[in-house]
């Protein structure tokens, strides 16, 4: 069984920065897609961030040049630092990793959900 626990969630001002981490545990063969996700309320759920297991990044357009996305594979850890952070990046923010057990395919998991909180 895989878990993925979130931290660094929390209540900041506007153009405040937060680092949040999400490690991995259990059974893991290797993790390939480490994504970032969030949901504010009453909106969908869309991608901030992507890291592939060779370093490739991708952003959303509203979180380029303010949001930094890195991984540390020892400690199978995805991180996801944000700078001058706006009052619109209030949601949830949810990790999200793409996951090999080792029995030759990947899994998809997502950890528990941390709230983030910009006040104007």
């Known amino acids: 069984q895989v878990q993925l626990v979130e931290s660094g969630g929390d209540l900041v001002q506007t153009g405040g920065s937060l680092r949040l981490s999400c490690t991995a545990s259990g059974r893991i063969f290797g993790i390939n897609l480490m994504r970032w996700y969030r949901q504010a309320p009453g909106k969908q759920r869309e991608l901030v961030a992507a890291?592939?297991?060779?370093?490739?990044?991708n952003y959303a357009d509203s979180v380029k040049d303010r949001f930094t996305i890195s991984r540390d594979n020892a400690k199978n850890t995805v991180y996801l630092l944000m700078n001058s952070l706006k009052p619109e990046d209030t949601a949830v923010y949810y990790c999200?990793?793409?996951?090999?057990?080792?029995?030759?395919?990947?899994?998809?998991?997502w950890g528990q959900g941390t709230q983030v909180t910009v006040s104007s």
């Open positions: 890291i592939t297991s060779r370093g490739s990044t």
């Open positions: 999200n990793m793409l996951i090999n057990p080792g029995d030759y395919r990947d899994y998809d998991y």
